[in-house]
């Protein structure tokens, strides 16, 4: 409230900033500072990351060496694993928990709820978000949500194991696997409390966007950062409370024997009382959420890449409004493509084509982006910081994984890919990797501003190298083994003749998994080394335009000591023609770049003095 | 510094859409509620057109409840233009008969899922249908909202006493305003669904 009410009213009643006094719980636990939320939000993502990589390589063990003997994971995973072998339903809870995990805890909570928190109002400049109160809040929800799901990994009954998805009838029916059951509830408390969490910080971020801009901050000056966490976050508005009322009826039919997605089942001889429940509208109510989620995942990550691509190529994004264009035509094709997970699902065929047609135009704005980033790094003076590594490895797989989307969205190819590790294999390549690749260099590219400190460049380039190498070795075969026809979600590929001979590929797929899990520490280390002994950094590491970078080393409580700085131009000046410096930061007036300026900047020169002589 | 007149100076807007941003944020909120709901209507149609779908009569209290939660739109807008005008007392008043009639909803609201278990429409268990489960859920996720801003009402009502709700002050029952037009709209929405869904 302070904040927004200072902001609003005027600058210079600073004195309400000085939080010096405040207890150490309000300050670094229960903070209202959207830094100190950000770095909340950082540290829980990274260890969900841990915990949800950790959980794959289980997985993978199992599929690369089905015949080995698993007893030395016995201190670790206790009764799942019997005379040696992983239990098959833990399994699949292992995949269940392994897509919840990294789909909402690490690339939606982990990415936007660090990105959004910290970017937003030091690159729009203000002093903080609209309400602290409700963003603290937000972050708690985030918290209490996966001190459930990670309760729900030690029960006996262990966690969900439908499928990220949460199918029904699978997921509804206790009777029908252990995963079904205590596991499940908890799985739906904990998601349903994910929801508030993810809804309350987009109701932040986008009130603080529309509402707390600087003085000059027109939308059409916004970084595209701003953009992608703005559109991110009214995508989320709009297809959570979907989810949660999926959620909700899948509560009842589990809880109170209601049938909406339930219908003429019988397990194990026995017909059970529900009548008339379809199981299909539970697949469209969680596309309806679970496509839009993919952008929400990738959208922020894509708005990273445009901001250090620009800085570290030294050359204006290409088409900004091309960008800005390409984002809100993905975000409303968002929605109108949900059945491209349905195709084979029994759904009319006809509506099918109608859904394959809307898909296959977001290729469109999505190819509109890939051009915008390798026409910005065309002909640049690229400076390879591992930031740039890493979003020019975004780009990378955005593309590759993006043309296997086409492939995917054809309704006639996917009944043969359809649940395959083609699938797999599609989507973690575009939404997981790109989108963590996303995450990576935004933390390589903000750990100056966050911490006050330099990450180390060289194990920065090791890990990239090792990481992005790494993924193509994992997820590039899987391509294969998915057009083979190999279903995703099971047990061992040793069961069936026609699966056998993958179990070689299996098995190098295993081993790089490992090897890029490993590539991680080489992260966290640096991380937690550069945090405490790492070089000091200036106010402007990247000699970079955006707002946050005219703050202090490390910005205190309110961002700006001073006054908040009035916004000119938008954010990529960089190699301006005529300029003295290579770039021209957002607050510098036209004013004082009189050589640099275009005819129509010029022009605006003059209703600037109306700002200057204002002051 | 006059900052009124230094946006008119300079050429660049600042503030487009000048809500308050609590203001915003709570119609933000609203978004989310009405997503919600477009999700189970949409939800029911696409159910419905599965076939095997109970008919049956709704219940005729429905139409009782309609009327009073539009009479307490009525009551909630003169609480508001009271406190505008400063009238403390006519809000009070207002306010304490906006929740009255209120609670009087969700009493009705109740007494409707009486009259269908009466016909025989449960919310679950052997013999239900999801055509009768979705009316529970309906009514009952909008008897939930209502229930908060019953609470909400309160929250204003005990304001008042504290005379933090006065013509300078409106910010929070301009909130409880628009929030329960909001969910009067919405049962108005939800029931004229029914009668046409059905
Ligand atoms: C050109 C753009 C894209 C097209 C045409 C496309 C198409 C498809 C299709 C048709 C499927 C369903 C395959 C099946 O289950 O049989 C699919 C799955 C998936 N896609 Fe994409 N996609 C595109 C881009 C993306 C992007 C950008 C992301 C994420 C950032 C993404 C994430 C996913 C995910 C997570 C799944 C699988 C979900 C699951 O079943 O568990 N896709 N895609
Ligand atoms: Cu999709």
């Keep these: ?615 | 510094m006059n900052q009124h007149e230094l946006n008119l100076q300079s050429s660049e807007p600042q503030k487009p859409l000048s809500m308050h941003p609590k203001k915003f944020a709570f119609w933000l909120f609203l978004v989310t509620v009405l997503m919600i709901f477009a999700a189970l209507t949409s939800a029911y149609i696409v159910r419905r057109a599965d076939g095997g779908w109970l008919e049956f009569q709704l219940p005729s209290i429905f139409w009782l409840n309609s009327v009073i939660i539009v009479i307490s739109s009525v009551t909630m807008q003169l609480a508001y233009f009271a406190a505008k005008k400063d009238s403390l007392e006519k809000t009070k008043l207002y306010l304490l008969l906006t929740s009255v009639l209120g609670l009087a909803f969700l009493v009705g609201q109740f007494y409707a899922w009486g009259d269908l278990v009466e016909i025989n429409v449960f919310f679950g268990g052997k013999g239900s249908n999801p055509s009768g489960s979705f009316l529970y859920v309906l009514t009952g996720m909008h008897g939930l909202h209502l229930i908060s801003a019953v609470i909400f009402l309160w929250v204003v009502f005990a304001q008042s006493f504290k005379y933090k709700v006065h013509s300078k002050s409106m910010l929070v029952i301009e909130c409880c305003t628009t929030y329960w037009h909001f969910l009067g709209g919405l049962w108005i929405y939800l029931f004229g669904f029914l009668l046409l869904n059905h």
């Design chain 1, 1 to 615: 409230m302070s904040v927004a009410e200072s902001h609003l009213h005027d600058h210079h009643d600073d004195h309400e900033h000085d939080h010096h006094d405040l207890p150490w719980i309000k300050k670094y636990v229960f903070s209202e500072d959207h830094k100190v939320i950000a770095k909340q939000y950082l540290i829980s993502g990274i260890i969900w990351a841990i915990i949800g990589g950790g959980l794959s390589l289980l997985f993978r063990l199992q599929l690369a060496y089905p015949d080995a003997n698993f007893e030395w994971l016995k201190p670790i995973l206790g009764g799942w694993i019997q005379n040696g072998k992983l239990d098959p339903e833990f399994y699949l809870a292992l995949v269940t928990m392994h897509g919840t995990i990294m789909v909402f805890f690490v690339l939606t909570a982990g990415l936007s709820g660090t990105f959004s928190n910290f970017l937003i109002p030091l690159q729009i400049g203000a002093r903080d978000m609209a309400s602290g109160f409700l963003n603290m809040l937000s972050y708690w929800f985030f918290f209490v949500s996966g001190v459930i799901m990670l309760i729900s990994l030690f029960i006996e009954t262990g966690p969900a194991g439908g499928g990220w998805t949460v199918y029904p009838p699978l997921s509804a029916l206790p009777q029908a696997i252990s995963g079904s059951g205590l596991g499940m509830t908890l799985w739906l408390i904990s998601m349903a409390l994910f929801i508030v969490s993810t809804l309350l910080g987009g109701l932040n971020y986008i009130t603080t966007v529309i509402n707390l801009r600087t003085k000059g901050m027109s939308f059409l000056r916004m970084p595209l950062t701003i953009w992608a966490f703005f559109i991110t976050a009214i995508i989320g508005l709009l297809s959570f409370p979907v989810l949660f009322s999926a959620a909700l009826l899948l509560i009842f039919d589990r809880t109170f024997g209601t049938s909406f997605f339930l219908s003429d089942i019988y397990i194990a001889g026995q017909a059970l009382s529900f009548e008339g429940g379809s199981p299909v509208l539970f697949q469209h109510l969680f596309w309806f959420l679970g496509h839009p989620e993919v952008y929400i995942v990738l959208l922020p990550a894509l708005g990273i890449t445009s901001e250090i691509v620009a800085t570290n190529s030294r050359k204006p994004i290409f088409g900004y409004k091309a960008m800005i264009g390409s984002m809100l035509a993905i975000a409303f094709l968002s929605f109108i493509v949900w059945a491209h997970h349905m195709f084979i699902s029994g759904m009319n065929p006809f509506l099918g084509s109608i859904f394959m047609f809307l898909t296959l135009i977001i290729a469109v704005p999505s190819a509109v982006k890939a051009f915008n980033y390798i026409t910005t790094l065309w002909r640049g003076n690229i400076i390879f910081t591992p930031a740039m590594l890493f979003s020019i490895g975004l780009v990378s797989f955005f593309i590759s994984g993006g043309l296997t989307g086409i492939v995917l969205g054809n309704s006639a190819a996917d009944i043969q890919l359809h649940d395959t590790y083609f699938v797999v294999a599609h989507f973690h390549i575009v939404m997981g990797s790109a989108s963590f690749f996303g995450m990576l260099a935004g933390v390589y590219h903000w750990f100056p501003k966050m911490f006050g400190r330099m990450m180390d460049d060289k194990l920065g380039y090791l890990h990239f190298w090792i990481t992005f190498i790494g993924v193509y070795m994992v997820f590039f075969p899987m391509h294969y083994i998915g057009i083979a026809g190999f279903p995703r979600r099971y047990y061992s590929f040793t069961g069936f003749d026609f699966t056998q001979s993958f179990t070689d590929l299996s098995q190098i797929i295993t081993i790089a998994a490992i090897v890029t899990f490993a590539a991680q520490f080489i992260f966290l280390f640096n991380f937690l080394f550069s945090i405490f002994k790492g070089r000091r950094a200036t106010e402007n590491p990247w000699r970079s335009n955006t707002l946050e970078w005219t703050t202090p080393v490390e910005p205190g409580h309110g961002n700006w000591p001073g006054a908040i700085p009035t916004v000119y131009r938008w954010a990529y000046d960089y190699s301006k023609p005529g300029a003295e410096d290579d770039f021209i930061p957002q607050n510098v007036p036209f004013s004082e770049t009189k050589g640099s300026n275009f005819p129509h900047e010029n022009e605006q020169m003059v209703a600037e003095a109306g700002i200057t002589h204002g002051k």
